[in-house]
């Protein structure tokens, strides 16, 4: 820098910087990077550079070349649906169970086996499942087809009937408790999808009440470890622990079934967005602990208490269902009541020791009610989400189909002849009569 004097001040400073050189503007060059091949570079390569993505991130991408889930996991599980179908009637008209055994890991005094069973209980109810989430994941497309996270909902509830099926086809009581847990994570998840304080209050109170029941489980599956196995068929009565264990897989049965006093779960599960209400209350979560005490029935009726404890939770809850539907103008906690009591009378049935009856109304539950549930979701989507039963008129008027759809599925509610409900429902009313029981329970199983 050097200072050469100025007119208006004595001096200025003139800035002389470093003179440039062609060379120096030259950057060196980095080395290539060298890219090793494997599988996802070879993959890529084979992608045609001209598909359209429909991502978020990068819709000029050219990596998506799957459709979209909610697209292809109803076709999926019709597919299923009709795979089982043969095994299904094979096992029903033989009477037949399966047992298949892998063996994970082999040891010199504990292997560790993965089992399967195939029983006409577990595949009939599962095919049930496997229906009712195709058609309801249909009508997911239609009710938030306007949610940018459909793709979000529909792999959650996926995983809800993942879910339900671990809990069918695993009768280890290690595999058994992944079903049950994951019932209960995926439904919380699925309570809380709208994301306001009335979704999140049900989905806590959801969580927490079944969490009663997965930890009285996890009691029982302790208790198991004097029967040297954890295999659900091969269990029976050993000492005064069994007695206990019978007790806590009763109690986590009712839990997940929402019996008297566990029973504030269900109606507040509504906040969930109506397909995972027909979902829910219909053929999975609710008939996950019915369905456990199927399972475990030849080994909790040893007990000779537990019929009465059963009968008298069961009466409970449908008589308390039934009063509290009276006073509700909300159209899908009314149908979550019904669902409550239904759930009474399939363990009523089950007292009585009327297993075959008792899945069978499960089966027919699961029908009626998930179509129940549709129709009402189509209104409730017609009239901007409004489930007040106040709001709602002139309904067989601008929807003739759905409302005949809800008029059949009320009628099997009702149990009116010839239909589904009445087959189930008039059985457990001659039972009821030719039984021993206190007639004080008989005249409130009758009046509920």
Known sequence: MSSTPSARCGWAYKLSYPRRTPSSNIVPALPKPQITPTVTTLIFKLIPANIKV?????????????????????????????LLLPCALISILTNSTILIEWPLISTLAAPINITLICDPFGLTF???????????????????QNDKF????????????????????????????????????????????????KSLAAGLITAITNRIGDVILLVAIGLTINQAHWNVIHIRIIDHLSTIQILAILVAAITKSAQIPFSSWLPAAIAAPTPVSALVHS????????????????????????????????????????????????????????????????????????????????????????LLFVCAGSFINT??????LRWM?????QFPVATSCLLISNSALCGLPFMAGFYSKDLII????????NTIIILLTLLA
């Open 393 to 397: 008129g002139n309904l067989s008027t």
């Open 430 to 437: 001659e039972a009821a009569l030719f039984n021993t029981y």
């Open 383 to 388: 009239h901007l989400h409004r489930q007040d």
């Open 126 to 144: 599962s095919r049930a499942v496997l229906l009712i989430s195709a058609n309801v994941l249909q009508f997911s497309t239609i009710y938030i």
């Open 150 to 197: 459909l793709d979000r909902f529909t792999k959650l509830v996926i995983l809800f009937v993942l879910s339900i099926n671990f809990l069918i086809y695993l009768p280890s009581f290690i595999a058994l408790l992944l079903g049950w847990d994951g019932l209960g994570i995926t439904s919380f998840i699925l309570v809380i999808y709208y994301q306001n304080p």
């Open 283 to 370: 053929s999975t979560l609710v008939t996950a602990g019915v369905f456990l005490a199927i399972r475990f029935y030849p080994f909790l009726s040893l007990l000779p208490i537990f019929n009465k404890i059963l009968l008298f939770v069961a009466v409970s809850t449908i008589l308390i269902a039934g009063i509290s539907a009276t006073t509700e103008h909300d159209m899908k906690k009314i149908i979550a009541l019904s669902t409550l009591s239904q759930l009474g009378i399939m363990i009523t049935r089950l007292a009585f020791g009327l297993v075959s009856l008792t899945f069978f109304h499960m089966l027919t539950h699961a029908i009626f009610k998930s």
């Open 54 to 82: 429909n991502t978020p991130t990068a819709r000029s991408a050219s990596l998506m070349i799957l459709p979209r889930p909610y697209k292809t996991a109803p076709i999926i599980m019709w597919v299923l649906f009709t």
